[in-house]
């Protein structure tokens, strides 16, 4: 079992370019989470996919933030334009089952700089 | 919407010593409320968890438990170790079951 894997692990760029976040679940997980933590504001959820469908995409900041998930082992996090206050390290996370009251599965992050 | 509050933000103890992590949460229908540990720089580890049909559970020297009435759940740690240190969250399931409210982590500094 090889986990959650993210890339990148650290991103570095200037405001106003493009940044896409990668992710796998482990596989036959079939829900997977977006998660940002800043020390401001903590562990927060993003958007949440259950069988490649976004359940829940209430926590998505504002338009600047997309989420796909084109098949079961993949997905990505897009933010365009960024912004020095996206800065923060972004998880990934993956469970079993249908419901969101399954252990989840963190991914190493990755570290986000835009300056 | 749910909240999540947790108490202490930092915690100190001597090895050896129990920790005592606590957590209130705002939802009634919340029913789901697993705890991490995040080593610095590292991913958040589910270290154990609890459903609303039980009271406590133990896993060797952690321990969680729960009072619905009162809304609020607690992790306790046993003879702590230097490793244990790190920051612990609490988190429940919100009311439409779609998303964790984390609270905002206990940073616990275990010294030897």
């Known amino acids: 079992d090889a986990g959650v894997i993210q890339s990148p692990r650290h991103e570095v760029t200037e405001m106003g370019q493009e940044v896409t976040l990668r992710c796998k679940p482990i596989s036959g997980h079939n829900s997977l989470f977006w998660y940002r933590q800043t020390m401001m504001r903590g562990l927060e959820l993003l958007i949440y996919?259950?069988?490649?469908?976004?359940?829940?995409d209430s926590g998505m900041p504002e338009d600047r933030f997309s989420a796909k998930m084109p098949n079961a082992s993949f997905s990505t996090l897009k933010i365009q334009p960024s912004e020095p206050r996206d800065s923060a390290v972004y998880f990934c996370?993956?469970?079993?089952?249908?419901?969101?009251?399954?252990?989840?599965?963190f991914g190493d992050g990755t570290r986000l700089s835009i300056l | 919407g749910e909240n999540v509050e947790q108490h202490p933000s930092t915690l100190s103890v001597q090895e050896g010593d129990s920790a005592v992590i606590k957590c209130t949460y705002s939802?009634?229908?919340?029913?789901?409320f697993p705890w991490y540990k995040q080593e610095l720089g590292k991913r958040p580890q589910l270290i154990i968890d609890i459903r609303s049909n039980v009271g406590e559970k133990k896993d060797q020297r952690i321990a969680v438990t729960l009072n619905k009435t009162a809304k609020h759940f607690s992790l306790h740690i046993t003879e702590t170790q230097p490793e244990d240190s790190a920051v612990y969250f609490c988190a429940a399931l919100n009311q439409a079951g779609t998303a964790l409210i984390f609270g905002k982590g206990t940073t616990l500094s275990v010294s030897s």
């Open positions: 996919f259950n069988n490649n469908v976004p359940i829940d």
């Open positions: 996370a993956s469970t079993s089952g249908t419901g969101v009251n399954q252990p989840q599965h």
């Open positions: 939802d009634s229908a919340s029913n789901y």
